[in-house]
């Protein structure tokens, strides 16, 4: 039986002492039908109108009201707002007309949602579970698949989701969801919003390279990172690289960033794993066959502008005071450096090290 945080509780049977119902909806009852921790605390508040539902939520500290043309109520970590109706009126995730309508469903509600496994709901009072689009069936199988083939092209955002879902819940996706994700247009999506996803994907995904391969597949490096999709099929020399051509190398370093997040502040993280996705970008430009093996010359240089390019995709620049961009670069322009002078014959000074720390964070 699921249990709702004790706050949740509190606030759920006031709305209920005004004549209302609040459903815990979303990425915390996903999250907590897979027994994974979640801070993503939303409310949805049934049968009050916006005004009751906001007095009800100021009883229990201060509101921060959020949206222009649909508010959301924050108090402390919980987000609360009434059922929601769509249309769509114009491109992109702003193209959309919202209006909130506390007397729907919650099947009505729940069908503008993404996925299956985003659409349960969670009465906090009685641990019913409302699932009209059979997510728990979908997490049980381990399937990502969409609410409404009808609706799902809408929000292109979506197709970015899919990928980091598939990560971070080791998910296979449905092939009419693929077909969906690859007939989505792209061409809408403002940067800050693309590395929001791309964030939770390489931070969050125990395995990145799962939704890095899954944009592969749904035709998303193409249109969205061509800088990437130049790694696919660019051959590495099999006595160094094994594994096979530079993207698949890409995933594997990938993973590996991921591995070592622990004890990194929130930018040195994004820095550390931006930069070994970007860090072999040079590669495609640079590869050649001399003297009968296959060489990449001087690509740690000229993966420089790439990467720099592949940020400004991110619209990534400084997070925290911390400049992102410029350890990113740094990343990628000298990190043949450590397996080097490991392999030098010599002992190198402690100058070399003083000159690199200057370019890049070396922890």
């Not at 996705?277 to 003297?291: M, N, Q």
């Not at 410029?326 to 090290?353: I, N, S």
Request: glycine letters at 8%; hydrophobic letters at 45%; proline letters at 6%.
């Amino acid at each position: 039986m699921l249990t709702a945080p004790p706050f949740v509780l509190d606030m759920a049977r006031a709305f209920a002492a005004r004549g209302g119902r609040a459903l815990l909806v979303g990425g915390w009852v996903r999250d907590a039908l897979l027994g994974v921790e979640s801070k993503d605390v939303d409310l949805e508040v049934f049968g009050l109108p916006g005004d009751v539902v906001r007095d009800v939520v100021e009883t229990f500290g201060p509101v921060n009201a959020v949206g222009e043309s649909f508010t959301v109520y924050k108090v402390r970590d919980v987000d609360v707002a009434l059922p929601r109706r769509e249309s769509k009126s114009g491109r992109g995730h702003r193209g959309f007309d919202v209006r909130g309508d506390p007397f729907m469903t919650f099947e009505e509600a729940a069908r503008r949602r993404d996925f299956t496994i985003n659409a349960i709901g969670l009465d906090p009072l009685t641990a019913e579970v409302l699932d009209p689009c059979g997510g728990r069936d979908d997490l049980d199988r381990r399937l990502l698949r969409v609410v409404s083939a009808e609706t799902f092209g809408d929000d292109s955002l979506r197709v970015l989701r899919a990928l980091q879902f598939a990560a971070r819940f080791r998910l296979r996706v449905d092939p009419a969801t693929v077909a969906l994700c690859r007939a989505t247009p792209l061409d809408d999506l403002p940067a800050e919003r693309v590395w929001g996803e791309m964030d939770k994907l390489l931070r969050r995904a125990v395995r990145p390279s799962v939704g890095l391969a899954l944009a592969r597949d749904l035709d998303v490096l193409p249109r969205l990172f061509p800088e990437l999709q130049a790694l696919v099929g660019c051959p590495q020399e099999p006595e160094w690289h094994p594994e096979g051509d530079v993207w698949v190398h890409t995933l594997m370093v990938v993973d590996r960033a991921r591995e070592r997040l622990d004890g990194l502040s929130d930018p040195e993280q994004v820095a550390l794993v931006v930069g070994a996705l970007a860090h072999d970008l040079g590669k495609p430009a640079t590869t050649a066959v001399i003297d009968g093996r296959i060489r990449s010359p001087n690509h740690e240089a000229e993966g420089v502008a790439p990467a720099l390019a592949l940020l400004d995709r991110f619209r990534l620049h400084t997070l925290d005071g911390y400049d992102v961009r410029r350890q990113v670069a740094g990343l990628v322009a000298y990190h043949l450096a450590p397996g080097m002078w490991h392999k030098a014959r010599t002992p190198v000074g402690d100058g070399a090290f003083r000159r690199l720390a200057g370019r890049v964070d070396l922890e």
